[in-house]
């Protein structure tokens, strides 16, 4: 997984500098649909006296895109791939004893999307679908020490638009709809992303 995400990252940072032309990388902040089940179970039958629990649906993600032009520079064809870091969900248990469960997710969204290209100094619109692949790890400490994680593949649906400031630089509302999103494994689900989600993408177009 990690060697992957490497691979990846390299794809994202290195590619737009070799190649110059219909290229485009992003910074993304944003939240989407979170329902962890296993961490609620766990606070709301754990019977302590002591507990927390963090629900976090917010995540940060890059992207590198390339699009093709149709029959003129309005009209394009685009393919965009990226990394999403979903925040944390943790539950804490601090009596009448110690236990602390963490769940993390990792998500590589890639889209295949039409944009509608108005230029400088205006909006232009986007929609299209792909498939996602997400990594979703629980880490169990104290009371019951143990690591557990589990991989899936799911289908989305993505819609946005983008104000281009310059030639350079836009910033575009990005919002995504996942399709069977839960993460299973054993019987326990890990993480479930099912939903919508939404968020504010800067990006540089080469």
């Keep these: 997984m990690k060697k992957g995400i490497l691979v990846v990252l390299g794809v994202l940072f290195f590619a737009p500098a070799v190649f110059a032309d219909g290229w485009g990388v992003g910074v993304k902040l944003g939240a989407g649909a979170n329902d962890p089940k296993t961490i609620k179970n766990i606070y709301d039958n754990s019977g302590a006296t002591s507990s927390e629990k963090d ?42 004893v110690y236990w602390d469960v963490t769940e993390s997710t990792t998500a590589v969204p890639v889209t295949v999307y039409y944009k509608r290209d108005n230029g400088i100094k205006n909006w232009s619109f986007y929609g299209g679908a792909g498939a996602t692949y997400i990594y979703s790890e629980l ?68």
């Excluded at 976090?56 to 029959?71: K, Q, R, T």
């Excluded at 169990?140 to 400031?165: I, M, Q, W």
């Design 55 to 96: 629900e976090n649906p917010v995540f940060g993600g890059v992207e590198a895109l390339y699009e093709w032009d149709l029959n003129d520079e309005t009209n394009k064809i685009g393919v965009k791939i990226g990394i999403d870091a979903y925040g944390e969900n943790e539950v804490e248990i601090k009596s009448p």
């Design 139 to 206: 880490e169990s400490k104290g009371f019951v020490n143990d690591k557990t994680h589990k991989d899936k593949c799911f289908p989305h649906v993505a819609l946005g638009a983008e104000y281009r400031f310059t030639q350079l630089f836009a910033l575009g509302l990005d919002a995504r709809y996942n399709f069977s999103a839960k993460v299973k494994k054993d019987g326990g689900v890990l993480s479930d992303r099912t939903g919508f989600g939404a968020a504010i993408t800067g990006r540089f177009y080469f």
